[in-house]
Antibody, heavy 118, light 110 residues
Framework: QVQLVQSGAEVKKPGASVKVSCKASGYSLTNYDINWVRQATGRGLEWVGWMNPNSGNTGYAEKFQGRVMVTRNTSTSTVYMELSRLRSDDTAVYYC???????????WGQGTLVTVSS | QSVLIQPPSTSGAPGQTVKMFCYGDTSNIERNYVYWFQQLPGTAPKIIIYKNDERPSGVPDRFSGSTSGTSASLAISGLRSEDEADYYCAAWDDSLSGWVFGGGTRLTVL
């Protein structure tokens, strides 16, 4: 069955970078896009960006342009989301998601809490 | 401020029908499919409606979606206590070239 397993919680200082991983199993990573969505505590969902793991093509939400980079390692079926120049308002749970035939968000990782605090 | 606008809360008694709305514009809801997600506390969102009005396998037919112009709605009939959750709408936005979400509606089952 399709599973997305994300890396553990991170605590970072303002100005630092964080790299969150999302390991896919149960299907071939290169078959489907991966989207990244974040959610600050008590807030709504916010799309961060996507990657086509086959081609390596990416797209990012305008507010993250220049600060986010999504990469992949096809040999380990893992996609990474790196966010740089962290600010306190980047504190959120970051999710990866992938299609399953119905939508681009059929399967979700368990989420990774990134806390930005001095 | 979310691109798609959802009322922050709604409520209903068990057995009743509730309808929640999602307001967008011509670059998202009017031109592209709408998706609805249910999120229980402490868990990842779960898709409950895709392509405006389709239900994924395993989602009860008490859940239904529809669209009209630049708005979308999610109806839940025969309300049950386990339906108490946050509900989010989403759509692709052609102007932004990205996915946009609503701010979410918290459903309380009285």
């Amino acid at each position: 069955q399709v599973q997305l397993v994300q890396s553990g919680a991170e605590v970072k200082k303002p100005g630092a970078s964080v790299k969150v991983s999302c390991k896919a199993s149960g299907y071939s990573l290169t078959n489907y896009d991966i989207n990244w969505v974040r959610q600050a505590t008590g807030r709504g969902l916010e799309w961060v960006g996507w990657m086509n793991p086959n081609s390596g093509n990416t797209g990012y939400a305008e507010k993250f342009q220049g600060r986010v980079m999504v990469t992949r390692n096809t040999s380990t079926s893992t996609v990474y989301m790196e966010l740089s120049r962290l600010r306190s308002d980047d504190t959120a749970v970051y999710y990866c998601a992938t299609p399953g035939g119905d939508s681009d968000f059929d399967y979700w990782g368990q989420g990774t809490l990134v806390t930005v605090s001095s | 401020q979310s691109v798609l606008i959802q009322p922050p809360s709604t409520s209903g008694a068990p057995g009743q029908t509730v309808k929640m709305f999602c307001y967008g514009d011509t670059s998202n809801i009017e031109r592209n499919y709408v998706y609805w997600f249910q999120q229980l506390p402490g868990t990842a969102p779960k898709i409950i409606i895709y392509k405006n009005d389709e239900r994924p396998s395993g989602v009860p037919d008490r859940f239904s979606g529809s669209t009209s112009g630049t708005s979308a709605s999610l109806a839940i009939s025969g309300l049950r206590s386990e339906d108490e959750a946050d509900y989010y709408c989403a759509a692709w936005d052609d102007s932004l070239s990205g996915w946009v979400f609503g701010g979410g509606t918290r459903l309380t089952v009285l």
